[in-house]
């Protein structure tokens, strides 16, 4: 039977940065290393740096063992939830109010022309009986 993974997302990661409490994602996967924090041979502060990102780069970076990788995934949790976030559609009240006046005079076109229409027969008539 295949294990489910747990996903994450990177606000939630982020906000595990205490001591007691301590999540860090590296490459896609989302590591719990609280347990893990005062015998990393870099101190502490390296994870604290880190939060609210990805840090396969310093990972990287700081040459860590095959023993290091071997390590790390009795402390892996999930991994990261990289669905895209789907963006609203923002519309201030002015542009939907005006936006609504124009369909409004799209539709009701003919009374404006039937005002001016009876205003200028009006106004023959009324020039004829002079």
Excluded at 12 to 27: F, R, T
Excluded at 41 to 54: C, L, S, T
Excluded at 75 to 82: A, H, K, P, V, Y
Excluded at 101 to 113: C, F
Aim: aromatic letters at 10%; charged letters at 30%.
């Amino acid at each position: 039977m295949p294990t489910l993974t747990k996903l994450y997302t990177i606000q939630e990661a982020s906000q595990h940065n205490s001591k007691d409490d301590c999540w860090v994602v590296i490459d896609g996967k989302v590591y719990d290393v609280s347990s893990y924090l005062d015998e990393h041979p870099g101190g502490d502060d390296v994870f604290f740096d880190v939060r609210g990102k990805d840090a396969i780069e310093e990972f990287e970076d700081a040459g860590h063992s095959k023993s290091a990788r071997e390590l790390m995934e009795k402390f892996c949790i999930g991994e990261l939830d990289t669905t895209p976030i789907p963006e609203l559609e923002i519309t201030s009240k002015k542009e939907g109010y005006s936006k609504k006046v124009a369909d409004l005079t799209k539709q009701y076109w003919a009374v404006p022309v039937a005002i001016v229409g009876i205003s200028v027969v009006v106004g023959f008539l009324y020039l004829r009986k002079k």
